[in-house]
């Protein structure tokens, strides 16, 4: 459903012309509209949806979650305005996990379960937990499905899960064989009431950002999750289970499994191309437009921004070609923009939300933004994306941002790994026991890289150019790090303004994600 203009202007602001940048913000009415569905991640969650979502904080998860939940709505209500029309009735069921603490419900009660257990804690395998997990999961399941119990044409297939739910069975013997059965019969009555109905089951999980990764009961809980959650859209082809899984903490999960093969067999890492933030923004203000701007609406409004065409134009309209750096070089405005991103839509979002803002005030259109809106823009943006991509991480490693913060200014943006080598000695005992490598560990938060070439292809050679030094990041990259002794390293710009970085010698290169072409954003890379 296509919403009004007075609708969305409740949400396409002055202050904010393409909408939050939280996805929380955005209620269910307006998703449809602020969605572009032709997004390659929402294509693809959409095609194939996987057990679990990797990402990073601001990389989209709860977009996706909310976009594949209603599109599962939208598809049962079209199949239910087919059922009047005189086919058969098929709805599909959706069961979302949106919040910390209905989530936190569920390991309460899988910790609960444990604790009731006559076991040795220490002597109990991981394969104990994932039967733990199993059974809460389908537990919520059950309880889901018992609204549904009391509907005519529902009561005597799920017969089964209403004696469950009230614990009306009655046995003689062991109680806990008796509750095992009343249980098993309740799952099973689950999935033969799915399959009656030719219906599907959603059961997703948005977030777990909140729980303390580092404590030994959240590992020993937590090392049969994975597989259990496999477990449970195993046990019916009817049943998809997804699961968010923020990358922040990801190898702290990862090293309580026993099987990365099995857990991770079923994940989706959410990665997102320059072609398709633009299309995001383009999308969104062109909503916007709509509202403040007639005359760029005029311009794009049968513009189709999935062809490339359609988006440089769009952006010639609005953006300078070129914008003067802090180092007195000209760049392309919009790879100005992107390099001071983790190619994150929430970061390029805030970046264009405050640059549109800014023009606006003064020019009260969206066309012929000026350099210095673009810029403006982009500083004011610098302080909450450092602080929004640190947060995660001032829980997992305060001792080791408190040392940045004093040794990192006195390092070059650029600088070699005899320099790196030098200022590691400085952070002896200042920073958290468990970590191997603090080189290792400040890649994989996106704050240092490997210079390399613009493509990327060369892990070893570096770009030689006046202009960029083309950076390997965490987040433009799948693979490890590796110091070599040889190798040129570079800090993300967002965290030599954060750290306090000041440059020291006569060399005048910015950072740039490799593996871009700068001369190519509106191509598919």
Same mark, same amino acid.
């Given at each position: 459903m296509v919403t009004t203009h007075s609708d969305l202007s409740t949400l396409l602001t002055v202050s904010e012309p393409l909408g939050p940048i939280q996805h929380e913000r955005i209620i269910d009415e307006y998703v449809d509209d602020l969605v572009d569905g032709e997004v390659t991640a929402f294509k693809e969650i959409a095609s194939k949806p996987h057990t679990l979502l990797l990402g990073r904080k601001g990389a989209g998860k709860s977009a996706l979650i909310t976009e594949l939940r209603l599109q599962m709505q939208r598809s049962a209500a079209m199949r239910e305005g087919a059922a009047q029309a005189g086919h058969r009735r098929r709805q599909d069921f959706v069961i979302s996990v949106l919040t910390w603490q209905h989530f936190h419900k569920i390991v309460q009660n899988v910790h609960r379960q444990f604790a009731n257990d006559d076991l040795i804690s220490d002597l109990v395998p991981s394969e104990h937990f994932v039967e733990l997990w199993h059974e809460i999961l389908w537990h919520e399941v059950i309880q889901y499905f018992y609204d549904s119990a009391h509907y005519q044409d529902s009561r005597e297939l799920l017969a089964p899960v209403t004696a469950y739910v009230n614990a009306t069975i009655s046995f003689n013997g062991d109680a806990k064989r008796a509750a095992r059965q009343s249980f098993e019969g309740a799952r099973r009555a689950v999935m033969a009431y799915l399959d009656h109905r030719g219906a599907k089951l959603y059961f997703l999980f948005d977030s777990m950002e909140h729980y303390p990764v580092r404590q030994l009961t959240f590992s020993r809980i937590f090392a049969g999750l994975f597989q259990a959650l496999n477990k449970v859209s195993d046990d019916s082809p009817r049943i998809q289970v997804t699961f968010c899984v923020p990358e922040e &903490?990801? %190898?702290?999960?990862?090293s309580s499994s026993t099987n990365l093969m099995k857990d991770f067999a079923s994940s989706f890492r959410i990665r997102w191309k320059p072609i398709d933030l633009l299309r995001v923004v383009a999308h969104r203000l062109?909503?916007? #437009?709509?509202?403040? %701007?007639?005359k760029l609406y005029a311009f794009c409004k049968d513009f189709n921004f999935a062809h490339r065409e359609h988006i440089q134009a769009f952006f010639g309209r609005v953006m300078p070609f070129e914008i003067e750096n802090a180092q007195g070089t000209k760049e392309n405005s919009l790879a100005y923009?992107?390099?001071h991103t983790q190619l994150l839509p929430r970061h390029i979002l805030d970046i264009f939300n405050r640059t549109l803002s800014f023009h606006f005030r003064r020019e009260h259109v969206f066309t012929s933004v000026s350099a210095e809106a673009v810029r403006e823009g982009v500083k004011d943006s610098q302080? +909450? +994306? #450092? #602080?929004q991509i640190l947060h995660p991480y001032e829980q997992l490693y305060p001792k080791l941002l408190s040392a940045c913060r004093t040794i990192l200014p006195d390092l070059d943006p650029i600088c070699s790994h005899s320099v790196l080598r030098k200022a590691q000695g400085?952070?002896?005992r200042k920073v958290e026991d468990d970590i191997g490598s603090i080189w290792d560990v400040l890649f994989k938060m996106g704050i240092l890289g490997r210079s390399t070439t613009q493509s990327g292809t060369h892990s070893h050679d570096i770009e030689l150019s006046d202009r960029y030094c083309y950076g390997q990041f965490h987040f433009n990259i799948d693979g490890a790090f590796g110091l070599a002794t040889d190798g040129e390293y570079c800090f993300h710009p967002v965290f030599s303004?954060?750290?306090?970085? &000041?440059r020291r010698t006569a060399d005048k290169r910015v950072v740039y994600p490799a593996h871009i072409d700068l001369l190519s954003l509106y191509v598919e890379q």
């Open positions: &903490v990801e %190898d702290f999960m990862s062109r909503l916007s #437009a709509r509202l403040h %701007d007639p923009i992107i390099r302080r +909450i +994306i #450092a #602080a400085r952070f002896a303004r954060a750290f306090g970085m &000041v």
